[in-house]
């Protein structure tokens, strides 16, 4: 079945028919920190339907924006540098979303990672070049500021300028900008 578009001479147009169906930018925001199983995808995407999700890969694996790896048993997805590209994208949305989070309802899902892009805006604040590991309870990840931006990779850094320990409250308070970030 041939993929919708809206037929419109537009860069932000062209740019939707690529990314701007229901769960394709979700979907991107999970790899930004790298490589991902399908199984981890899942895991990390609840609501979505295998169908969907599988789907959403295939879209995104067909316009160039990841890339496949298989190993035998055991594949993942990974961006390429296009869909890497997004980044500034989901930064944007990001600082424009997090006023909205408000209150969280009971039916929220939550994952401590998806606090990573608000995050790293206000790490970088705090550390404007070098590598910073942040734990949030249990999920470890690390930031790499420099003068082209901010990146953020699964897993403690090998050897951080820096590292912070947050529990989810303190973090989703800093991402909400309820709350700076502090040396301390």
Known sequence: MPRRSYDHYCAVS???????????????????SGPRRYSDLFADLPGISTDMLATRLKDLEREG????????????????????????????????????????????AVRAHWLALPLGRAVAALVPEGTVTVHIGETVLHYVITADG???????????????????????????????????
């Open 14 to 32: 062209r740019a939707l028919d690529l990314v701007g169906d229901r769960w394709t930018l979700l979907v991107v925001r999970e790899l930004c």
């Open 65 to 108: 924006l990841l890339t496949h790896h298989r190993n035998g048993m055991r594949s993942s997805y990974e961006l390429t540098a296009s869909g890497q590209a997004l980044r500034p994208v989901l930064d944007a949305l990001s600082a424009w979303g997090a006023p909205l989070l408000g209150e969280r309802k009971p039916t929220d």
């Open 150 to 184: 901010v990146t953020h990779h699964e897993g403690p850094a090998h050897a951080p300028d820096r590292e912070l320990r947050l529990d989810l409250a303190e973090a989703t308070e800093i991402a909400t900008g309820a709350r700076a970030l502090t040396a301390g």
